[in-house]
């Protein structure tokens, strides 16, 4: 089972310089808390340190992208640091804001090209997917069951209640759909059910 290593540990690092100051959406946990938690599922399920590193990292990603660099630029920064697999595994996990052709993208094509991309990811990325959007589904459902107004979770969320339940829905089906059957969708699909009796 991965444990500590300087490489993990060098991971957090980045992660948590790249972060600083963000909070998770709607509360005020310092965001680092998401991917320290992706990398406790994927360790919990035995995965190895090149996907650990990836879920570390699977935001730090998107925020460069949103910032403007390059696949260059990601290469030169994250690649030469973690390796080539990791950085393949998080731009795969990545939501793409521009379609090939340089166009950008609703958030509703966005979601699209994400789901038909995971067909061309390796084990990793999608070890990756799955433990991100377990994190992501259980924080809901810890949030609901702290409130007595579950609107205000479900405020967070640009796509409401049943975009976001549907999302975890269609990520599941879409897993499975592709062929990846690992444990851990069962329990993405389990907290897709309830969140959707929410």
Not at 64 to 72: A, E, I
Not at 136 to 153: G, K, M, Q
Request: hydrophobic residues 40%; contains cysteine; negative net charge.
């Amino acid at each position: 089972m991965t444990g500590y290593s300087d490489r993990i540990n060098h991971a957090f690092a980045y992660a948590a310089k790249h972060h600083d100051q963000q909070v998770r959406k709607g509360t005020r946990l310092p965001y680092l808390t998401h991917p320290a938690n992706v990398a406790l599922i994927l360790t919990r399920y035995g995965r190895d340190e090149d996907t650990v590193v990836a879920g570390i990292l699977h935001d730090v990603i998107d925020d460069c992208v949103r910032n403007g660099w390059t696949r260059d630029m990601l290469d030169e920064r994250i690649g030469h640091k973690f390796g080539a697999t990791v950085l393949t595994a998080v731009l795969t996990v990545t939501a793409r804001r521009v379609d090939d052709e340089g166009i950008d993208m609703s958030t509703d094509d966005r979601k699209d090209d994400y789901l038909e991309r995971l067909a061309l990811a390796d084990e990793a990325a999608l070890w990756v997917c799955a433990a991100d959007k377990v994190h992501n589904a259980n924080s809901i459902l810890s949030d609901l069951r702290r409130t007595s107004f579950p609107e205000t979770v479900w405020g967070r969320f640009s796509a409401g209640r049943d975009g976001t339940v549907r999302w975890y829905q269609r990520v599941t089906e879409r897993l499975r759909a592709i062929g990846f059957t690992a444990p851990i969708v069962d329990e993405l699909a389990a907290a897709a059910d309830e969140l959707a009796t929410r």
